[in-house]
C-alpha cells in the first residue's frame, strides 16, 4: 500500500503517456473518444491491479487501456484499423482489447460491461482465486439497468467486483444534474448494503488509496465496492463532434484545463517532496519517443485483407468459411 | 464407446445432459431463474451451490453475467426459461456473446449455452408467453442456434452445445418434454452442430420439419406413403449454421420442398430455407415452395383458439396433397 518514489514515478509515466497517446490521436485526426483530463482516475485505479485481475471498460477506454499495461503499438494501430492492431483492425477505439493485460472486454452498448465484469467476478470466486474484477463505468451508464442489476447480484453473493465510476459529470450532452436525481453515484450503494466511496479524480494517489482498499476488501472475500471519482474530460465526447447547442460552458471547461489537470497537479506535488525536473523531464521525453514510435509503427502497417475479413467469427474456421461462401 | 441404451423423455435429456458435463467438466455452470422449480433438483442435490446460481429477476444482467464468466475461464450454461423473456437477454446475447470474439479479433472466446424453452399448443398463457423467436436470432452474425426434437437429438446436440466454444441458443420445445426415446448411456455421446438429420427417407417431396413439428410431419408422411406419396422428412435440427447441403441433396432427389414449423411467419426459418433453396436448388425445382407455419397473429389466451393458429397434421396432408395435385407426381 505504501507508495514508493518508484511507484509514484510509474504512475506518473502512465498519466503522461495517456495524455501524449491522445494528443497524437487529436493530431493524426483519428476516430477516438479521447479522455484528456481523466488521466489521475484511469492510472490511480489501475496501479493496484495485477495482470490476473481483469477490468471491463467502455467507449472511452483508451486511459484504462494503456494504464492496464497494453502495449502502445497495438492499441495504436488498432485505432488506424491496421492488421496489427490488438484486434486485428476488428475492434477499433470502442474495443482496445489487449488479453494478455487483463482487459477482458469494452462495450459500445453503456452499461454493457457492467454484467461482464460481474460474470468475471463469478468466475474467479467460483474458480476460487484472490483476482479482482474492477468494472469501469461512467455517470451515464449508472442510470442503466444493468448497473443497478449487477450490484445487487455482486453485493448478494459477495463477489470479487469493484465498481468503478469515472463520474465526468456528462453522458455525451446530458449532465448528470439533468439525468438523475442522486448525482453522488457511491451513494447507490447504501441500497445495495456495500461500501460507496466518492474520490477526487484528479488527485492519482488519493484515487490509488481508495481502490487499494477496495482490491483487498474484495481479495479477501468481502465483497463488492463501488468507488465514485469525481472527474472531467476536456475534450469532446468523440473526436469531431459537433455541438450545435453548447451542453457546458467554455469557462468552466476553461477552469478544468487550468485548475484541474491531474498531470499538473501530480507534478507540482511530485516536485515539491519527491524527485527534480529532471527525471520528470526524462520521462516525458522517453514517452513522448514511444508514442511516435506507436504512430510511426501504425502508419507503416497495412490494413486487413478483404479475404480475412471473417476470421475470428467462430472457433471453427470451417464454419467461418460455411459462412463467408456467399460473399467470397 | 458404450453401446448401452435407456429409454429416455426429452426432458430428462436435458438434465441428463447437462449432469454428464458438469462432471466432466469443473468449469460448467448453471445459472438461471427459479432453479429448483425448472426440473434441475437432480444437478442441485449432486453439485457445489457455486455451480448452481439461482438469481433474482435480471434476465439482461444474468445473461451478461454468463458472458462474462465464459470469457473469463467457465462455461456457463444460462437458462432463460420462457422464450417470451429472452428479448430482455437480447442484448447481452447479440451485442457481446455473438460479438467479443470478433471484436477483439480472436483473443476472446465465448463457450456460453443459453436455453431457450418455447410453449405452443394450447397453454392458454397468452401472448407475452409463447413465443418462438429463434429467426430472430439466426439474423444475428456470431451465433450457433439448435433446435432438437427427439429426446435422442436433445442430448447428444445439447453436451456438443456445451463443449462447443462459441455461443449457442438450444430452443427447447416444452411440448416434446413427456416424449421418450432409445438414448445412448455413452458420456462422449454427441451429435454434431451443423448436421441435419434425415428422419423418414423418401423420393417424391421434401418436409423439412423445425422443432415440434416433427411429430406431425412423420404422422403426415406415413399417411401420404399409403396413398403412394413418398415423403422425405428432415429435420435440419441446427438452424445455424444450417445444413443447406443435406436440403439441396434431397431436393435434387424430389424436386419438392414443404417446410413447417410452428413460428410466426414473416422472416421465419422456413423463408430463409425456401430462400436458399431457390436460390441454389431452383434447376431441381418442380414446383413452388411452400411453408406451413403459424400466422403473423398473437396468441390469444383461450386454449382453444390457441391451438387452432399452429399447424397442424391435417395442414401438412392438405397442402402436400394439393402440390402433388397441382404439379403432378414427376
Redesign the interface.
Known sequence: MKLTIEKRLEMYRKMVTIRYFEEAVKHEEIMGHLCIGQEATHVGACMPLKHTD?I?AYHRSHGHSIAKGAPLRGLMAELMGKTT???????GTL?L???ASGI??T?A?VG?G???????G??????RTDHV?VCFFGDGASNQ??FH??I??AA??KLPVIFFCDNNRYSMSTSLKNAAGQTDVAMHARGYNIPGIIVDGQDVEAVYKVTYNAVQRARKGHGPTLIEAKTYRFEEHSMGMEVPMPYRSQDEIQRYKSFCDPIALYKTFLLSHFTDEKSLSKIEREEKKAINDAVNFSKKSDYPPLKSVS??????PL?EL??SREML | MQNTQALMTYKEAITQAQKEEMERDQSVILIGEDLTLHGNTELIDTFDKKRLRSTPVSENSLTGMGVGAAMSGLRPIVDLTVASFVYLASDPIINQAAKQRYMTGGQTQVPIVFRIWMYYDDTGNGAQHTDRPYAMFMNSPGLKIIVPSTASDMKGLLKSAIRDNDPVLIFEDLKLWDDKELVFNDPNFLIPIGKADIKRPGSDLTLVSIGACLNIALSAAEKLDIEGISVEVIDPRTLVPMDRDAILSSIAKTGRLVIVENAHRTNGASAEIAAFVSDQGFHNLKAPIQRITTPDIHIPACAQLEKQLYPTEGDILRIIRGLIQKTGRF
Open positions: 481483469l471491463t492492431g490488438c484486434c486485428k483492425g476488428r475492434g474495443h482489447i489487449d488479453k477482458l472486454a462495450s452498448i454493457g457492467i454484467p461482464l465484469a460481474l460474470g468475471a463469478l468466475s474467479m470466486d467460483n474458480r474484477s439497468g444493468t442489476e449487477s445487487n447480484m448478494l453473493w476470421e475470428h467469427m467462430h472457433s471453427d464454419v460455411s459462412f
